[in-house]
């Protein structure tokens, strides 16, 4: 089966994040992958628009029950009706998981690809977590770059 | 954007509905459209398959949080996590439903679209609903055939 | 643990479902039991009144994620978000489910209660559902008052 | 209307987490607040058990679709079967929210309540969130004794 990666991110990011996005999306779509994303603006847009770029696929699970404020860039659009909790189905929808940026709404998608357990959890820019003892919090791939993203999740470990 | 038509039908189907669902997935594909479908055993197994077999794309939506038991012939998967509650996402993600044959859980989809009410429903096979005064509930597009039941969803009117 | 019993029927709705759906509400909480209801306006709004009158307990479980509209008779409210998903919410919440009238939206939670299998489903009003070859589909409890709807339920056999 | 506050917290949890997420039970319960908790072990049966030990009532919002592994303090029950997208559910239905000790799917819960971003999130114990810039990130009411926990919220600032 094709592997499917999901990409999530910020509405308001930054110019950086929306650059790493775009890459990203463009990455993962010539090495034939499915990009799952949020479907709206920001880095969710930037990952689509990237993969559409390079012919690629990308699903978007969009929170409201219709297509009201969808990007233009989706293959495939999924009205999924429930709000915030289509976080979950994002993540429950990827092979791996790659945050870009920082947001409340994006650190509810870390926490919940690094709950599910079994799907590495990679991010790019964004907020870092310290434990009770001020220690960082194991677990999460931190990378610097799109193509760093890539080979973290260990589908393409020669990026 | 790409004609998205969701797909509904019991696990357990009749041989009929079986081959009703193969041969509109089947014409779905040839037409260029995304099947949508719950992605498991019987009548989505069936549109699911017929789609494939002519090159078609198929979105399962699952009702578990993993790939388990999903089908082979689904080009991308999405567990939702969210149990019966995905009926609605595929309901949703139609620009029409089709449902063939009956059971409690594809009435459940047959509701939902009619509730839902700015997308065309057709019924193939299956139960019938009689109002207080024993009349049919108007609304549904009976058909008695899977090109019916295309030209019913008002995208393929000529045939 | 406290019976819970989710009482569902349409927004907009006959005056005798409305009354039939108050006395319901009123004999759940003169027996002690929890009402579990959409908690809006209609047949919602009716059973919260009845129980409230007679000192019970209503939950009201929402499909907005706020609580704009919510009626002023709920005990507890849980502004779910996931829209017309909440549908399953409240039957999965109920030891048994009563219908009362018909519209789409209640046809899809009784046959998802239908479709779970372990609950009594009891249907007073409303719309019937007739099999392929045009006989009544089994296993919904028809009743024709409030008192012998909640009798169906099997928890208070003599009503 | 009463006031409802989600307390949230780990199934594994610290001794200190379940000391304080009862004693924070027994304060809300004396308060006449309505407790809503995710309904199974750790800081979720710590706070249902010291609600109830004052009188109060709980509500248990479930992951599963039935009451299995509930706990044995739950006022009320209700079994989402919508998985991990219950954590919206916990926080929408909180007035407050507080979080006790740290984990992923208590930080998901976290970030979705300061995403909701109308109400106040009061967090005791747990993790730490640092931006890109390495300063903490603002929103996050953290406190160190159940007493401020309740302080926080707002609601009772004498506590």
Same mark, same amino acid.
């Given at each position: 089966?094709?592997?499917?990666?999901?990409?999530?991110?910020?509405?308001?990011?930054?110019?950086?994040d929306e650059?790493?996005?775009?890459?990203?999306?463009?990455? %993962?779509?010539e090495?034939?992958?499915?990009?799952?994303?949020?479907?709206?603006?920001?880095?969710?847009?930037?990952?689509?628009?990237?993969?559409?770029?390079?012919g690629?696929?990308?699903?978007?699970i969009?929170?409201?029950?219709?297509?009201?404020?969808?990007?233009?860039?989706?293959?495939?659009?999924?009205?999924?009706?429930?709000?915030?909790?289509?976080?979950?189905?994002?993540?429950?929808?990827?092979?791996?998981?790659?945050v870009?940026?920082?947001?409340?709404?994006?650190?509810?998608?870390?926490?919940?690809?690094?709950?599910?357990?079994?799907?590495?959890?990679?991010? %790019?820019?964004?907020?870092?977590?310290?434990?009770?003892?001020?220690?960082?919090?194991?677990?999460?791939?931190?990378?610097?770059?799109?193509?760093?993203?890539?080979?973290?999740?260990?589908?393409?470990?020669?990026?």
């Amino acid at each position: 089966m094709t592997i499917q990666v999901a990409v999530c991110g910020p509405r308001d990011c930054t110019g950086e994040d929306e650059s790493n996005a775009r890459e990203i999306g463009r990455l %993962l779509a010539e090495r034939g992958a499915v990009v799952i994303c949020g479907g709206y603006t920001g880095v969710m847009a930037a990952v689509a628009s990237g993969a559409r770029s390079a012919g690629g696929m990308v699903v978007g699970i969009l929170s409201r029950a219709d297509r009201e404020h969808a990007g233009p860039d989706l293959s495939i659009v999924i009205p999924t009706g429930v709000g915030e909790a289509r976080n979950n189905i994002i993540v429950n929808s990827g092979d791996a998981v790659i945050v870009v940026g920082g947001s409340w709404g994006t650190l509810s998608e870390l926490a919940l690809a690094m709950r599910h357990g079994r799907i590495p959890v990679v991010q %790019l820019g964004g907020w870092r977590l310290l434990d009770r003892a001020g220690r960082p919090v194991a677990g999460v791939r931190y990378v610097s770059s799109p193509r760093e993203a890539l080979a973290a999740t260990g589908f393409w470990p020669d990026h």
